[in-house]
């Protein structure tokens, strides 16, 4: 896990193992402060501080704090990264409030079709030639999505794309 918030929110994401290493990063590596998560949780600093402790064997903070605690944080994905993760599942964030559109939703709704259909060919541990034509079907369905959304972008923007070299 990483424990150093500025490594963590500046691209190398805490992978965290246990509950309270994804309680701990989601309340320490945010950018609402410890206290004033706590003052909202209605518990003190030390105690969410204590119940978030990845080294503690004390309590845990209380399931009804959960909720307020991920509306709280929503620039740290922590929490639902871990959970996602102990159901083989994956987290996207999508953009802000108001900016994803239907295409947008298509996209994502379109690669999750795609790796549903794959985990599942592949659940028996031999993918069919019936299945790899389903996949590939998903697979195309999703890429055409990405390209509609790019169109999208392109026709929208106001000066054309530019390639910028680094």
């Not at 947008?104 to 599942?120: C, I, W």
């Amino acid at each position: 896990m990483t424990e150093s918030p500025k490594r963590c929110t500046g691209g190398q994401r805490c992978q965290p193992v246990t509950l309270r290493e994804a309680l701990y990063c989601q309340v320490h590596h945010s950018t609402v402060r410890l206290d004033a998560i706590a003052r909202q949780l209605g518990i003190s600093a030390a105690t969410l501080a204590d119940a978030v402790n990845p080294d503690g064997d004390g309590s845990m903070l209380a399931a009804k704090h959960y909720d307020t605690l991920l509306s709280l944080t929503p620039d740290n994905l922590a929490l639902t990264g871990y959970m996602a993760r102990r159901q083989r599942a994956l987290v996207y964030a999508l953009p802000a409030e108001g900016a994803a559109d239907t295409q947008t939703a298509k996209v994502v709704m379109e690669f999750g079709e795609f790796l549903t259909r794959h985990a599942e060919a592949r659940a028996d541990r031999a993918v069919t030639a019936k299945e790899a034509g389903e996949i590939e079907i998903e697979g195309r369905q999703a890429i055409a999505a990405i390209l509609a959304l790019i169109d999208d972008a392109k026709r929208e923007s106001v000066t054309p794309l530019r390639a910028v070299s680094r």
